[in-house]
């Protein structure tokens, strides 16, 4: 559990900046994109200094149990383990394990930066000045967004590397801080979203409807951890598909 020291107090003044209305916007032209809120930009920097406060660890194992639901799959959750070099165990809701079969390909655990996969052990090598850090991921605001997001989920990245991450976030556009919220499981955090162009097919592979999707994320603002991830796309009568992050963090074993 962290205390609330100085480095909350950004992040907290953008979410109480939200509830009484003085938020700032600044007036930008992104190309088409809304520039990032003040307040999210904030937002961010605050939980830049929450994460780099956070112990490194160096642990055996990293543990991802999350919680899906969506139109595809229906609502699951699942538990996997993986170790530096990788490998990835499942885990049943019973307990069983199930080791990661000898040479099997596409079964190595990697996150993507840029036009690259790494691995854990890459993960450590990556620069943690948010600029360097920043060149390595796509020029296009979207894609960026995407892999740091994907990254800041369930990846292993140490408390520098995700400080980094979050910097970058607060300097890429189209962010707004929406405040205080609950996730799924009732947890309290604070939820920032992003509304983009997106596309969905009615049938055919041709048959394309342009439309926009949000994407909603919840963040512990204690930990600088993610709580939820939602995605909603306009146009579309479903619910949005979610990822409640139930567990994320080291293991010395698996079980």
Same mark, same amino acid.
Do not use: C
């Given at each position: 559990?962290?205390?609330?020291?100085?480095?909350?107090?950004?992040?907290?003044?953008?979410?109480?900046?939200?509830?009484?209305?003085?938020?700032?916007?600044?007036?930008?032209? &992104?190309?088409?994109?809304?520039?990032?809120?003040?307040?999210?930009?904030?937002?961010?920097?605050? &939980?830049?200094?929450?994460?780099?406060?956070?112990?490194?660890?160096?642990?055996?194992?990293?543990?991802?149990?999350?919680?899906?639901?969506?139109?595809?799959?229906?609502?699951?959750?699942?538990?996997?383990?993986?170790?530096?070099?990788?490998?990835?165990?499942?885990?049943?809701?019973?307990?069983?394990?199930?080791?990661?079969?000898?040479?099997?390909?596409?079964?190595?655990?990697?996150?993507?930066?840029?036009?690259?996969?790494?691995?854990?052990?890459?993960?450590?090598?990556?620069?943690? /000045?948010?600029?360097?850090?920043?060149?390595?991921?796509?020029?296009?605001?979207?894609?960026?967004?995407?892999?740091?997001?994907? &990254?800041?989920? /369930?990846?292993?990245?140490?408390?520098?590397?995700?400080?980094?991450?979050?910097?970058?976030?607060?300097?890429?556009?189209? &962010?707004?801080?929406?405040? /205080?919220?609950?996730?799924?499981?009732?947890?309290?955090?604070?939820?920032?979203?992003?509304?983009?162009?997106?596309?969905?097919?009615?049938?055919?592979?041709?048959?394309?409807?342009?439309?926009?999707?949000?994407?909603?994320?919840?963040?512990?603002?204690?930990?600088?951890?993610?709580?939820?991830?939602?995605?909603?796309?306009?146009?579309?009568?479903?619910?949005?598909?979610?990822?409640?992050?139930?567990?994320?963090?080291?293991?010395?074993?698996?079980?």
């Amino acid at each position: 559990m962290f205390a609330r020291p100085r480095r909350l107090l950004v992040a907290a003044a953008a979410v109480a900046a939200i509830a009484t209305g003085a938020v700032a916007y600044p007036v930008l032209d &992104m190309g088409g994109e809304p520039a990032a809120t003040a307040s999210a930009s904030q937002f961010f920097e605050g &939980m830049a200094e929450v994460a780099q406060d956070a112990p490194a660890t160096t642990p055996a194992y990293w543990k991802v149990r999350v919680e899906t639901d969506n139109q595809d799959d229906g609502r699951r959750t699942d538990t996997s383990y993986f170790d530096r070099e990788g490998r990835v165990w499942t885990v049943d809701a019973d307990g069983t394990a199930h080791e990661p079969p000898a040479g099997e390909a596409g079964k190595v655990k990697k996150w993507p930066v840029g036009k690259r996969w790494l691995t854990w052990p890459q993960l450590e090598k990556l620069p943690t /000045d948010e600029k360097t850090l920043a060149a390595l991921f796509p020029k296009n605001p979207n894609s960026r967004f995407d892999q740091v997001t994907i &990254m800041l989920e /369930d990846s292993p990245a140490g408390p520098d590397l995700r400080a980094a991450l979050f910097r970058i976030l607060a300097d890429t556009p189209g &962010m707004k801080l929406v405040g /205080d919220v609950r996730d799924s499981r009732g947890r309290a955090g604070v939820a920032v979203e992003i509304t983009r162009k997106s596309w969905y097919t009615t049938g055919g592979e041709d048959e394309k409807v342009t439309t926009w999707a949000t994407d909603r994320y919840i963040v512990d603002p204690d930990t600088g951890l993610l709580l939820e991830t939602l995605h909603k796309t306009r146009s579309q009568n479903t619910p949005a598909d979610r990822y409640t992050w139930l567990v994320v963090g080291p293991a010395d074993h698996i079980g």
